[in-house]
């Protein structure tokens, strides 16, 4: 069983900067495909980004395409999630998520494991 714990959310104002990190228990992570996802009050989870194992090739949403960057430090079992230029809608429970399959990494049935998620407030 992999455990995850996402770190790093918090209040920004409009046009800040937060870094979300997501440490994995499994040293094997280096090996796995890793997304973000985010959830809003009354509202579904949706995909962020993701980032795969092999090359570390990245997809995003579009509306966070030139602002978030997502990236992986192996030797450190932890994956970041980069947001800048923050918006009031990008406020969230921000999830991490491990896919050890080849599913779909767009969508939540792609993945194994979830992290118990970390608040992003952005203030107009």
């Known amino acids: 069983q992999v455990q995850l714990v996402e770190s790093g959310g918090g209040l920004v104002q409009t046009g800040g900067s937060l870094r979300l990190s997501c440490a994995a228990s499994?040293?094997?992570?280096?090996?796995?495909?890793m997304g973000w996802f985010r959830q809003a009050p009354g509202k579904e989870r949706e995909f962020v980004g993701a980032i795969t194992w092999s090359f570390g090739r990245t997809y995003y949403v579009d509306s966070v395409k030139g602002r978030f960057t997502i990236s992986r430090d192996n030797a450190k079992n932890t994956v970041y999630l980069q947001m800048n230029s923050l918006k009031p809608e990008d406020t969230a429970v921000y999830y991490c998520?491990?896919?050890?399959?080849?599913?779909?990494?767009?969508?939540?049935?792609?993945?194994?494991?979830w992290g118990q998620g970390t608040q992003v407030t952005v203030s107009s």
């Open positions: 998520a491990v896919a050890k399959g080849v599913g779909n990494l767009r969508a939540r049935s792609g993945y194994d494991y």
């Open positions: 499994e040293r094997t992570l280096s090996t796995y495909a």
